[in-house]
């Protein structure tokens, strides 16, 4: 759907600028680990020949900023209010602050015309997604949600192959390292896939099952959860930052088909069970398994994520990862905090960690 559709009178791109075939301004507000990624790729979008400039780097860390800003050849700024009160004219944002900032952050550029790109989780709360949804509907404002998984090619090989999933088993482990400890690996880690398995299925999830449990930080360090939606389909989810490798992983079944997709690798394996024409025999009996690699070419998702949102810069057109997507997987992830909690009080899991 197109957002002057959305909002009739075609508003005008950010500060008042068509930003039609115009190289597009873009801020990074938040240089910390993943905003050095978007710095680094809207750099690299430019040299390629994009019609992109980066034009500010943007953290309270004044340091930070200045190294990276110093490092891409772009202006480093302490705060939003700083940017915007040196009538920079900058169209577009990555916001990668810390997620209860989020909101904060977008509206102050909002206000000003800025379209924004909202690192996942979308907020810290869905009152507060709900009124970034409201402040970019009434602001007309771009507003895509930083769900990168979205744009893997892996994922987006797998989409057209689609027919009816009914059963999908998800990993997604990693290395302890001592970042967003300050939100668990619900929303830190398995909310991509939540993101991506609710693409897929496109079904409302009906049940939740849940244990989780803190192992290194203060937070839910491994969760594992099992979700039952209304088509009938059924979602197994691991999620670990404690792990001793590197695993994403979604497999699924669907009539006939097994599908299996690595993310990091960004390959995807069909299964098909091939009976050939006319079959009328027993299925199970000497069934053809045909195995088929799906055609990838391999892109890092940051970039494809980039691109596409200044691709609906330009258009005034809704993002693939739409603000509302952002706010059902963290609907999603937040009924999964809850039901783990609930299941550690059930089982008294304070009372196991005292022995
Ligand atoms: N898409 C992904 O795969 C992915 C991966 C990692 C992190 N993230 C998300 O990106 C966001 C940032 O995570 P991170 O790991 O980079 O965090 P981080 O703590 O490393 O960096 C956050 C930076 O924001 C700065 N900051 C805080 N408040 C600010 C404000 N009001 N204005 C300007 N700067 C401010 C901090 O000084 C810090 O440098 C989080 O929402 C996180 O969930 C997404």
Redesign the pocket.
């Known amino acids: 759907m197109w957002l002057n559709q959305l909002f009739p009178g075609n508003p005008p791109a950010g500060n008042g600028h068509l930003a039609t075939d115009n190289c597009i301004d873009v801020a990074v507000?938040?240089?910390?680990?993943?905003?050095?990624?978007h710095a680094r790729v809207y750099h690299q979008l430019a040299q390629q020949g994009e019609a992109v400039n980066l034009a500010a780097v943007?953290?309270?860390?004044v340091a930070?900023?200045d190294a990276i800003a110093r490092e891409y050849g772009t202006r480093a700024f302490?705060?939003?209010e700083q940017l915007i009160g040196t009538r920079r004219e900058i169209q577009a944002a990555s916001?990668?602050?810390?997620?209860v900032?989020?909101l904060?952050?977008a509206r102050t550029l909002m206000e000003v015309g800025v379209d924004v790109l909202?690192?996942?989780?979308l907020a810290a709360s869905l009152a507060e997604a709900d009124e970034l949804i409201r402040l970019a509907g009434q602001l007309g404002r771009v507003g895509q949600t930083?769900?990168?998984?979205r744009f893997n090619p892996a994922v987006c090989a797998t989409l057209p192959l689609i027919t009816r999933p009914m059963f999908f088993e998800v990993h997604r482990l990693s290395v302890f390292t001592p970042?967003?400890l300050?939100?668990d690996v619900v929303?830190?880690l398995m909310i991509?896939d939540l993101d991506v398995v609710l693409a897929f299925t496109n079904s409302q999830v009906k049940e939740i099952r849940a244990v989780g449990l803190p192992i290194l930080s203060g937070k839910v360090d491994i969760a594992n959860v099992r979700l039952e939606f209304e088509s009938g389909c059924v979602a197994n989810f691991t999620a670990s930052r404690v792990s001793t490798e590197r695993v994403r992983k979604l497999r699924f079944f669907q009539p006939e088909q097994y599908i299996s997709l690595d993310y990091g690798r960004q390959d995807v394996l069909v299964f098909s069970v091939g009976r050939g024409p006319g079959f009328t025999g027993t299925p199970s009996v000497n069934p053809q398994i045909k195995v088929a690699k799906a055609a990838i070419t391999a892109e890092e998702?940051?970039h494809a994520e980039l691109k596409s949102f200044l691709d609906c810069v330009r258009r005034r057109s809704r993002p693939l990862v739409s603000l509302e997507d952002g706010r059902r997987a963290l609907a999603v992830a937040l009924d999964i905090v809850a039901a783990i909690g609930e299941h550690g009080r059930k089982v008294r899991l304070d009372q196991l960690g005292a022995h």
Request: no cysteine; glycine share 12%; aromatic share 2%.
């Open positions: 507000i938040g240089a910390g680990a993943f905003g050095r990624n943007v953290d309270t860390d930070r900023a302490g705060s939003v916001i990668a602050v810390p997620t900032h989020h904060e952050v909202i690192e996942k989780p930083g769900h990168l998984e970042r967003s300050d939100v929303l830190d991509h998702p940051l």
